[in-house]
């Protein structure tokens, strides 16, 4: 990789100790996972929907539900806990400021027989980078220069930058799912059921059957010599919905023992009552934002009327205008609160640098700011805009969520909007090929660290290919994932969100939680969506 990859986009891993309500599963009993496998079969159901197995080709919660629970990690977050251990290694650390070394344990396979060594660990990183699917998670190995598998079980990652403090975590991520050489393609995306076929898998479970995104069933892997443990399920068969009030009734109807993602606010207060069902909160760290496309929103670069005063402008009036009270109230019951920032109160260095920039100055809208705003500007009122938001993604209650959001910009006068919604695999497609102005999208992070939500949209080669480019915050951006000083550190990370605010790449304005019923006969515990949000059907098991 060249020096000029030090402008990749970086992406998250998960967040702990975020002092924002999530939802986590718990169970009748506690358990910390690991042991022999219990036997016995677990079904959940699920509106999250898969993108792809092949971990070069997704980017998002729920292929990534997937890939936690049959490929294996260098490094692993155990229940409970934010920070990152040895998975199937037996070692990892930096044996140099650019030099990270791995020892893999001896004698791992994988499900299908084929040895698990260091040449699949050279051959995972070096395809990421080679494919570097839109879609895919390849940003976060920015930093990376090389890999080399020094023997069988020893490989030393050199990176291009000192000191890297997020390095360990990226390993863990949505990049780091190991895969088998002899399965998967070496410069292309290898299909759902090549990789089904190849039994191309070495965590606590394989895929036994797989009907996309309708059933996937999973066995438990008896030969997983990982940090998590065996499985305490012996099967797991999870269900896949389209619409949300099917899952709300097979969870009433006792056809499906788990209920993770995703159920309106006013679904799970109602099965709150229910006594054959558990509702149970817990930490987390997702936030929504909506997103603005530099080429095609309205005074885009590439528009017929470009003007990049004129869309900062846009920007900003709609900046002025959302109401994140009456989002957080009326659609989401305070299940998410009002964020004003890019990184989630609760994480070092979080700040609200949109709160004194835009609307009243403390947190509630003005539209005669916004008007002001514009009128500078010379932006002509009313202004056409399209919106784009994915129900099927962030459940039912997006549509009530981006109505306030279009009431809010027309009640004004100062906009005219036309919302649309699209199912995600075509949302996901079309989000990269400049097709929407302006977007929902909605961020479930992969380490607790605000690097987590600065580097995968902020930097020039960003995530979220929006066409932002910004030298200063992109250099930023690199130097605080380098500075070991805890205090210069967090003054970066202030500097980033402060620039970004002024900016506005994104608006993020929802700070919240994740759900999960579960039924009276279900074990587990409340670290079963844990401080990574790695949601592991393992650590359950029928009572």
């Not at 930096?94 to 070394?101: G, R």
């Not at 998590?228 to 389209?242: E, I, P, R």
């Not at 989630?344 to 002001?372: F, M, Q, R, S």
């Not at 939500?453 to 130097?479: G, Q």
């Amino acid at each position: 990789m060249s020096s000029a990859s030090t402008n990749r986009r970086r992406t998250l891993i998960a967040a702990a100790g975020v002092s924002v309500a999530a939802l986590a599963l718990a169970g009748c009993t506690a358990s910390s996972g690991g042991g022999d496998a219990a036997g016995g079969t677990l079904t959940i159901g699920t509106t999250e929907q898969v993108t792809a197995l092949d971990p070069a080709g997704s980017y998002d919660n729920g292929s990534f539900a997937v890939m936690n629970q049959v490929y294996p990690f260098l490094l692993n977050t155990p229940y409970g806990s934010p920070d990152v251990e040895p998975d199937i290694a037996e070692s990892a650390e930096f044996t140099s400021p650019t030099e990270y070394t791995v020892k893999l344990k001896p004698g791992l396979k994988f499900a299908n027989g084929n040895d698990l060594t260091a040449s699949d660990v050279k051959f995972t990183f070096d395809r990421q980078v080679a494919i570097a699917d839109e879609n895919g998670p390849s940003s976060l190995l920015y930093n990376l220069e090389s890999v080399e598998a020094v023997d069988d079980t020893t490989v030393v990652f050199h990176l291009l930058s000192e000191n890297d403090q997020i390095f360990p975590q990226i390993l863990s991520s949505p990049v780091g799912p190991i895969v088998d050489e002899d399965v998967f393609s070496a410069d292309s995306l290898t299909s759902d059921d090549d990789i089904v076929a190849g039994n191309a898998f070495a965590g606590q479970y394989v895929i036994t059957s797989y009907d996309f995104n309708n059933l996937i069933s999973y066995k438990a892997n008896a030969d997983y010599d990982g940090l998590l443990g065996a499985a305490k399920t012996d099967t797991v068969n999870v269900k896949y919905y389209t619409d949300a009030s099917n899952l709300k009734l097979d969870v009433q109807e006792g056809n499906i023992d788990v209920a993770n993602r995703t159920l309106s606010a006013t679904d799970i207060e109602d099965l709150r009552g229910n006594d054959k069902v558990k509702v149970v909160d817990g930490p987390g760290g997702e936030i929504r934002y909506l997103v603005f496309n530099f080429n095609t929103m309205p005074f885009g670069a590439t528009t017929a009327e470009a003007d990049p005063a004129k869309a900062l402008a846009v920007r900003q009036a709609i900046a002025d205008l959302i109401d994140r009270d009456a989002i957080s109230e009326d659609v989401y019951k305070g299940t998410f609160t009002p964020l004003y920032s890019y990184v989630p109160e609760g994480l070092t260095g979080a700040n609200e640098a949109l709160k004194g920039l835009y609307g009243d100055g403390n947190g509630a809208p003005d539209a005669d700011k916004a008007a002001a705003t514009l009128k500078e500007a010379g932006v002509t009122t009313p202004l056409d805009i399209s919106i784009q938001y994915v129900a099927e993604r962030y459940g039912p209650s997006s549509s009530d969520e981006y109505a306030i959001i279009k009431e809010n910009l027309e009640e004004s006068g100062l906009f005219t909007v036309d919302l649309q919604s699209t199912e995600w695999v075509q949302y996901s497609e079309d989000r990269v090929a400049d097709l929407y102005p302006a977007y929902q999208l909605g961020w479930f992070p992969d380490y607790s660290d605000a690097d987590n939500y600065l580097t995968p949209f902020f930097l020039t080669e960003n995530f979220l290919a929006n066409h932002y480019d910004n030298p200063e915050v992109n250099d930023l951006i690199l130097e605080q994932a380098v500075t070991a000083d805890p205090a210069a550190r967090e003054k970066l990370i202030g500097e980033i969100q402060d620039k970004v605010a002024a900016d506005l790449s994104t608006i993020p304005y929802m700070q919240g939680a994740q759900v999960a019923v579960v039924g009276s006969d279900v074990e587990g515990t409340e670290d079963t969506l844990d401080a990574s949000f790695k949601f592991r059907y393992a650590a359950l098991s029928k009572g």
